[in-house]
């Protein structure tokens, strides 16, 4: 009986003891666990719950339009050929509107995701802005190309224009804007099926948004005939500066932010 009797004023004693060490109640500590981390940011979350499809769609049909109106006048479906340098023209500024269009892309879905205009700018507003220059900026890209097919002096044919280093004129230089025209291709298209792809991947496939975009930056400066003039050096040099900036800030804001360290008890 003695013996059950110190066994129990040992328990107390030691219950008593693991409350010197931690006197908060079990529902203070419950609420100083840290909390789980959610599946979903509050930024996609706002997304999903205004996301609307006009701004894709309506970048998209344009985008189409525009391709196929480069195609039909490259072949001469109406009209247009012979010794003219129209093709030259048209191709020379849909390729600088390309251009504008695919920085507008990056730089409002770097303000998107870097949450850098927050409180100013609703994120539904910004993807609906995102995917619509996303989806012109493809079509004046894709006339850019296929409108040369009329061209006398580069007569491109129809493989030159759409495969990477097919074209005997300059081929590094033209495959740099097709794989960058490519790669945004591919990420209008991946952007309409997230849902079945899943976040992870859509993700993954998203980060080549940059390489598309430099790819193109280095087709542009190094075949425009324009990049030999000061403004456009100097709009290249603010636009590209424009992305590394965001793109910068993008990074150091995404890095997990390192909790104070908590004084141990004396």
Do not use: C
Not at 41 to 56: D, H, K, L, V
Not at 146 to 167: C, E, K, N, T, W
Not at 209 to 229: D, I, K, M, Q, R
Request: aromatic share 12%; net charge positive.
């Amino acid at each position: 009986m003695s013996n059950q009797a110190e066994l129990l004023k040992q328990q107390a004693r030691a219950r008593t003891a693991a409350r010197r060490l931690d006197p908060s109640p079990a529902s203070v500590r419950a609420k100083t666990m840290p909390a789980a981390k959610p599946s979903v940011t509050a930024t996609q979350a706002e997304i999903n719950g205004g996301e609307s499809i006009w701004g894709a769609l309506l970048g998209t049909l344009i985008g189409l339009a525009l391709a196929g109106a480069g195609l039909a006048i490259g072949i001469g479906a109406i009209g247009l050929a012979g010794e003219t340098k129209s093709f030259w023209y048209l191709s020379r500024s849909a390729g600088f509107v390309a251009y504008l269009l695919l920085w507008g892309s990056v730089v409002w879905g770097l303000l998107l995701s870097s949450k850098i205009v927050k409180g100013v700018v609703r994120p539904p507003a910004l993807l609906d802005a995102h995917q619509f220059l996303s989806g012109v900026g493809l079509g004046f890209g894709f006339f850019h190309g296929l409108i040369l097919m009329g061209d006398q002096y580069l007569a491109f044919p129809l493989a030159a224009v759409l495969v990477p280093f097919a074209s005997t004129y300059e081929p590094l230089l033209v495959a740099a804007g097709q794989i960058g025209l490519w790669l945004s291709a591919l990420l209008i298209a991946t952007a309409y099926g997230r849902r079945w792809i899943g976040q992870k991947v859509w993700r993954w496939i998203h980060y080549t948004s940059f390489l598309a975009y430099w790819a193109v930056v280095v087709h542009a400066a190094a075949l425009g005939t324009e990049s030999s003039l000061l403004w456009v050096q100097l709009f290249y040099i603010a636009t590209g500066a424009a992305v590394i900036f965001l793109t910068t800030y993008r990074i150091l804001s995404a890095r997990p932010k390192q909790m104070p360290a908590t004084p141990k008890r004396a």
